[in-house]
């Protein structure tokens, strides 16, 4: 087993207000000291934030840590994706998170990309080993794939195509990533595989996303964020005791870092890391 301590990333997604920006740079500030492997800024659906993404990277690698922007490839042209690299590498950005991404509403057609394995070939094509690129991976099954099966197919069609290393989607049911490790193992996939890590806050919120995402919500738990009620502090204690064991567990065996979803908050994040020993 390796000795190299875990890398820590922090995900943001672009400010849409300038009030947004400046709670964006405080948080930023206070994650910035941990030393981080790298920022990573969020692309909506379609790259309906695609100047926002672009300024927020930008920004950020300009203080100094390197960041990596999302880039989804649905609804998108060959064209405009190579402006893109090309802007990004004019501006040293050296990390790409490679996805399909979502199609707009009201969108038939998916572009000239339908998956990420074609996109993470076309970075590959068009740049080579320039960027260190990151794909999306899920342990719990993709929600719109066929079967886990197919699932673990595409995902090693993304590796195969030159990914670096792989951020999986948010769970809290370790063996979940265990299994998806060895499944790794047995098909010669030997990339690092990032467990993505979502801080509890709220329920509503939480509920909400894990329904759109595929990320399972075991029944135990779901009952006991249930039982808080309106109690925001019992739901926040709860929840930081439980993400806090759950990254602990993860590091135990053999994670090689951890990927905070921040929503663009710092605190959360802050507590869970002060909690683990590392």
């Known amino acids: 087993m390796t000795t190299q301590s875990p890398l820590f990333s922090f995900e943001f997604y672009p400010p849409k207000t300038e009030e947004g920006a400046e709670n964006l740079h405080l948080v930023h500030s206070k994650l910035a000291q941990l030393n981080p492997d790298f920022f990573s800024v969020t692309f909506g659906a379609g790259g309906s934030t695609r100047d926002k993404t672009f300024d927020t990277v930008v920004g950020i690698q300009a203080k100094g840590i390197a960041a990596a922007p999302h880039l989804s ?7 405009n994706i190579r402006q ?3 802007d990004y590498q004019d501006h040293g950005i050296a990390r790409i998170v490679a996805l399909r991404g979502d199609i707009p509403s009201g969108m038939m057609s998916a572009g000239e990309f339908r998956y990420a394995n074609e996109l993470v070939d076309f970075i590959r094509q068009e740049t080579g080993d320039y960027f260190q690129i990151h794909v999306a ?7 719109q794939a066929s079967n886990a099966s197919e699932d673990f197919k595409n995902f090693k069609r993304k590796v195969d195509a030159g990914a670096n290393a792989a ?6 049911n370790a063996e979940a990533y265990f299994y ?3 499944n790794c193992a047995k098909h010669g996939i030997d990339i690092p595989i990032v467990p993505g890590i979502m801080p509890i806050t709220q329920y509503a ?4 996303f894990s329904e759109m995402c595929g990320a399972d ?6 009952k006991r964020l249930e039982s808080f009620g309106d109690d925001r502090d019992s739901v926040q204690a709860f929840g930081l005791d439980l993400v806090s064991k759950l990254c602990q ?3 135990d065996n053999g994670a090689p870092g951890l990927h905070f979803y921040t929503m663009n908050q710092s605190a959360p994040t802050l507590a869970i890391l002060d909690n683990i020993s590392h």
Not at 73 to 79: L, M, N
């Open 73 to 79: 490839c649905v609804a998108s042209t060959k064209d």
């Open 84 to 86: 893109i690299l090309k």
């Open 137 to 143: 991976a899920y342990p719990e099954v993709h929600p």
């Open 167 to 172: 951020i999986t989607q948010y769970f809290y």
């Open 180 to 182: 998806f490790q060895d």
């Open 205 to 208: 919120q939480l509920f909400r």
């Open 217 to 222: 919500i075991p029944r135990w738990m779901r």
């Open 249 to 251: 567990r993860l590091l």
